[in-house]
């Protein structure tokens, strides 16, 4: 190509020349069929500074017939990339497709569809979306798609989601919306939508039409105040210590990150994986990489910028600040299972054979410390003293009371000793052990009663459910009717029927700081009662979400039997709405009730792809089919018009989750939620229940580790078998497994809780387990967020799965505690342990996979170079393969990824040198492989995972060596095939997920928190 100067010094001297016209034409074609074959075409054009020429030659031959339709191919290449885009849009080029689309006539050609096409891709320009607004391109394209239907076949298609995504696009300035939003234009739009064809191939420009329509409407602010009704004052926590509160701005974490693409199932097998539903603030994802070179010098500079931050967060994370040792030491007193203190001294001492053991310079420091004469330090009342921060913000007694009552024997002393536990009678019922305990529950907003099913243990019935079928057409309606709603909210009824703010400042409650009440109401249920009372004919429901993890905010009353329902944030949170739980009465049997969950904030969600809400029947229960069961028909998830809370992100809308239930009986009192449920109350009354029922010579020790923020325990266990002087307790390999840090993954706790009926049953796998192992257990690390209905966080409104590689003990005791645990072992009683596992829940993808920590795969080059043993990390998933019929092998990763490094997983593998670290995550929707594939998940299955995760445990040796282990890795990075001890494991059914349900593959590279 020649340099500019010369090109238009050409054109001057011979325009007009027949000659030259051939020439043009001819390079224009040449370069057209050259253009979209070569990747770096747009940067050539640009280095040879050859841009503004092509714009001209443009300009200047739109109308010419054999010139036009190169031309458009030349510059919908050079409109892909962002550089010459921009170039072009100061170049005027927008007024020049004004006037190519008003002399192409709007036929339906393929020039017409290049032009629209370019269009498209400029408008990821916010200057090029003014332009459009302003030169009235906007008006041009509406009036092409006002006549989509005289488009016929694919071409029809492509026009419509060239011209909507081009509004998308527009919908990101205010000046576009307000341009879109005159009456003429919505009608267009809603015409669309009421007259396009019932084909699978028009959902996803449905979707996009009712999104633009939506977009481009007055965003409405949800009908609540902005903060959380449920507040928890930090100051007489913080006070006195130099801790501040928020530790950072939590804004912009992972937790609400929404930059992804949108795969809506409505168009998840469509013709044209470019028919996607990308949100219109989002297109800064959309791939513009054309290999141009100031993109790559840019993305150096990036580069560069991420080494030094990487070297600033490397230094955070591989030089953490150590817990002093003298600190540590402690720890020793959750140990009594090891013995006294001075026990634990010499058997440390007699492991290492080090003349100076590292307990003998505590001994000498305490002595000069608190003068204590002796070496007496077997758990006396100074463990209250040495350790005054366990007892958390207000001092308790328990501990102290705790360990005097310890001796030095551990062979006899299998109970409990948590506070909670207190003076309840061996012979209550369930029900009753459950009122009492959750009357001793300390919660943010008073609690009015228990649920039903948390009271009677809130099994799901056991049958199989397969995963619910996309009825399209289902989903059409619901996504009209939003945009009926969105365009005339007039028509619709608007009662409120339940305002939990209103609820609360009627109680007159505030904020912690004023003394509660509530330890002296008995809570209780009364809806088998109820149930049998005379019917009353309501025409409306009613709803409660007053109990321990209930969440729901405000619920109104849209139509007949139509119900938009608000969630309530997280404590001190505006945001994090997912989880759900909530009673519902007053219901008429048989007819379809339409709820619509109107502040979701996921870009996506297992509602799309076959999972469906669980719900309870208190009559079904007293006609003796207790338990939850799979509910709900048309569920269909998509973007509303309710605009965020935050000023900072107005422009984002909301997504609703929307489901029809048919109620089995009239007056029945029903539970709904997103999971099973599984309450603090619930598993303080399972662990009361099993330690009654101990089987021979099982060891058992719960205690409070340490005290929330809100004063509730958070209870350690210890299981193992007696000490005896064949098998000695000291000698035991050490599991330390965890739960629930997330509030919102009850399926964790069903996990934990299969994990504890194997650990403390009478079987052999079970009395193996205990004479091998010592288990440390915290089954609930985050009580405050589980008790409050929380989704992702507690009291601090931050995610503790977070905060692993500098807890803070004032504001994050649990995870301060459990990290010194594990410290503890590590650095004191120097053996780690063998297996760290925490239980999570995942809401993208099915089955029941772990991630782990291989040095190999980690973003760190230092620990890359690090030769790894993969037989030790990956010994137990390959066991899970063989014995879980949940478990996907090929879903799982071992992955250490920069923003992992303050979890639990990475923290533990990192810093505390356990290489079995794991994080075992297990599907809220179901399972698309192995025996179960096409069927949802219920709490047996669960359960079974943790007793499978125990026997995987048992199968655990240290001496496999790596020709026992092989896998192998598909090409998308997958785990696919293991042999374990030589012998070839089946690998058919350990392939990920089938082609059909793609979304979760799309979706694995996602960024998303729910990576552990
Ligand atoms: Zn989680």
Redesign the pocket.
Known sequence: MFKTGKRKEMFSKRDGSVGAEIIVQDLVWILASLAPKDPKFANKVRTLGCVRTMHLIFKGHYTDNKLIFPLLVILKQLAKNSVTTAILIRDGVVTTYERVLVSLGFMPTARLRLCLDAIDYFSKNKVCCMQIVKTGLCSVLLRVFDRWDRYEGRIRLKICAHILRTLQHLCNIKAGRRSLCTKKHVQTLHRFCSQCPDEPEFDGLLARVCSVITLCLKHQALPVPASSPALFNLNPILKGTNTTWPCHEDDEDGANSDSKTINSDLEDDGPDPELDLEATDEYSDLDLNDGDKLESTEGEVEKSHRLKSDSIQSAMFFNPNERDIEDLKRYFCFFKEFGSYNKQVRLVKSRSNSRESILKDFLQCQINKNGLSSLNLSLTPECDSIFPIMAGPLQSSTLFQTCNKINESTSTSSCSFLKIHKDLSKFSSFALVYCTIASRVRSVIPFVKVAFPDMIGGQGLAHPEPLNKMERSACRVKLLSCVDRAISPEAYMNEVVYDLDQLNSLAGVSDNSAPKSTESIFLSNTDEEEITKLNNFSTRLSFESRFESGNLRKAIQIGPREYELILMPDVNSTKRHQWFYFEVRNMIQGRPYVFNIVNCEKSDSQFNFGMKPVMYSVKEAVLGRPGWVRAGTDICYYRNSYHYASPRSHNKCYLTVTFNIEFPHTNDVVYLAYHFPFTYSMMMTKLWQRSLQLPPNAYLRAEPLCYSLNNNEVPLLTISADDTPTNPIADREIIFLTAR??PG?SNASWVMDGTLSCLLGDTDVAASLRAKYVFKIVPMLNVEGVINGCHRCGLTNEDL?RRWSKPSPVLHPSIYHTKGLIEYLVRVWKKPPLVYCDY??HSRKKNVFFYGCAGAESWCGSDRNVPDEPVKYLMLPALMHRISPAFALGSCSFRVERERESTARVTVWRHLGVTRSYTMEATFCGFDRGPFKGFHLNTQHLQSVGSDFCEALNGLNDTATSDDIQLTKDLNGNITEISLNGEAVNSAIAVDSEPGSGSDSVLRTDSDE?F?
Request: proline share 0%; aromatic share 0%.
């Open positions: 840090v997330h993954e799965n999570h829940g729910d552990d």
